[in-house]
């Protein structure tokens, strides 16, 4: 949970500009990959953190226009500096610097976008380690890294005491709408941690690729292989207390998005990347 700058990390922010009919300009939608956690457990203000107020610089900068913010893959990311005496500064100075992005950004050349809209979901069973013996779940419950990581052994462990299988997917959605040949957005459910940007990438390409978080449901963490193999707090899963994702649960999801993909008429793939 310490600062680490050589942490992966999705730094792209992504806008999308919506016109009306005369071409003016009504609302913005913008992205970033990072937990809203400037203000810590001891502000007891109601806020948005610092995505509220990179809405409100948006929409101070462009009088009438609505800012919407769309959560990317920051699951292992937290805003930094954060907390402390001097959280409310750098709440406001962390949404001035997306805000300030974001306003670049939409005042440069945008690329149009074109129809049809596709939009596809597909409800895809992440799997999850579901062999554990009942040693392995006592060891787990006793003295694993995290109270989170402990009540879900806990939770696991009474149902193999009560003589109940352990689950062994858990159901999750996954969607893509496809915007003609120009974007692919994709939603990933939970908490994804930063490293599904690159493959998700390496899957599709990039070029005309946006990929959000938190959509559909929110479960708890979506972690990598290697996220589980290092086992820190993204990989206590579940905050349901219904299991632990296995490592297959990478493949998984991106297997589910290619194929969502390939559904919604994605054109090329990874060989479609710019030269």
């Known amino acids: ?11 792209a922010v992504p806008v999308l500009r919506v016109d009306n009919v005369e071409g003016r300009l009504r609302a ?11 203000l810590n457990g001891n502000n007891l203000k109601i806020s948005g ?4 107020f990179a809405q409100r610089h948006v929409e101070q900068q462009r009088p ?16 930094h500096p954060r907390g402390g005496k001097e959280q409310e500064q750098w709440v406001r100075k962390h949404g001035e610097s997306l805000g300030t992005e974001t306003c670049r950004v939409l005042a440069g050349r945008l690329r149009p976008l074109h129809g049809p809209l596709r939009a596809e979901l597909a409800w895809t069973g992440l799997p999850l380690e579901h062999e554990y013996s009942l040693e392995q779940l006592r060891e787990l419950a006793a003295r694993a890294p995290s109270v989170w990581h402990r009540r879900n052994a806990q939770a696991q462990l009474q149902r193999r005491e009560q003589g109940q299988p352990l689950p062994e997917f858990y159901r999750a959605p996954i969607a ?3 915007f003609g ?9 939970g908490e994804a941690v930063a490293e599904y940007v690159g493959l998700i990438q390496k899957a599709l390409g990039s070029e005309g690729l946006w990929v959000a978080a938190y959509c559909g449901e929110s479960f708890g963490y979506l972690p990598t292989a290697e996220i589980l193999r290092e086992g820190g707090h993204e990989s206590m899963c579940l905050t349901l207390d219904s299991g ?3 490592p297959d649960v990478e493949q998984s999801v991106v297997a589910a998005v290619r194929a969502l993909a390939a559904q919604a008429g994605r054109p090329g793939g990874p060989a479609r990347e710019r030269r």
């Open 181 to 189: 040949n120009d974007l692919s957005l994709v939603g990933l459910p």
């Open 28 to 38: 913005v939608v913008f992205g970033y990959a990072c937990h809203p956690v400037t």
């Open 49 to 52: 953190d610092y995505v509220s």
């Open 64 to 79: 009438g226009v609505q800012a919407m913010f769309l959560a990317g893959c920051g699951a292992n990311a937290n805003s």
């Open 1 to 11: 949970m310490a600062p680490n700058p050589q942490g992966c990390v999705d730094r």
């Open 176 to 178: 893509l709408w496809q």
């Open 244 to 246: 632990i994702f296995s």
